[in-house]
């Protein structure tokens, strides 16, 4: 794997641990309510979406594996602290096996994502880098909702 591989690698890798460690310690009743605030999602159903956003994104569209996505069902699930640390395990996985794959000058390579793989909106064209670093971006944003939701749940006590 190229040093910019392993950089964008570690960087994913460092996200699905923050989000994890983020949720360490709710009971699952918590990890699955969502605040009393208009349009809320519970911490499971965010931290479920990042980690398929970055299934999609990084293995999807920029490593070009067969990935399905139901981004809908993301939004609807529920489970317990278990289930996601073993997900985003899996996924940890996945991805350093994939981009220890990926031939590295194939990350210029642009094209138009499935609308599967790319979620909401209308999909455009970009490259196989901007399908790893995108990601990176959207967990973090996800992150800080996290912990916000956190903190409104333990407010809320």
């Known amino acids: 794997m190229t040093p910019e591989l392993e950089s964008l690698s570690s960087a994913l890798l460092t996200k699905l641990d923050e989000i994890v460690g983020a949720l360490d310690g709710l009971s699952e009743d918590e990890l699955n309510q969502a605040p009393d605030v208009a349009g809320a999602n519970s911490c499971f159903v965010i931290a479920t979406h990042a980690f398929g956003n970055m299934r ?8 070009g594996l067969d990935i399905h996505r139901t981004r809908s069902d993301e939004f609807r699930s529920r489970g317990t602290f278990a289930d996601l640390r073993a997900s985003a395990g899996n996924i940890q996985s996945e991805i350093q096996a994939a981009l220890a794959a990926l031939d590295s000058g194939l990350l210029n390579e642009r094209f138009v994502p499935s609308q599967e793989l790319w979620g909401d909106g ?20 996800h992150l800080g909702q996290i912990m916000l939701t956190v903190d409104l749940l333990r407010q809320s006590r």
Not at 56 to 63: E, K, P, Q, R, Y
């Open 122 to 141: 209308i999909p455009h064209e970009e490259s196989r880098r901007e399908a790893i670093i995108h990601p990176i971006e959207h967990a973090g944003i």
């Open 56 to 63: 999609a994104s990084v293995l999807g569209i920029a490593c």
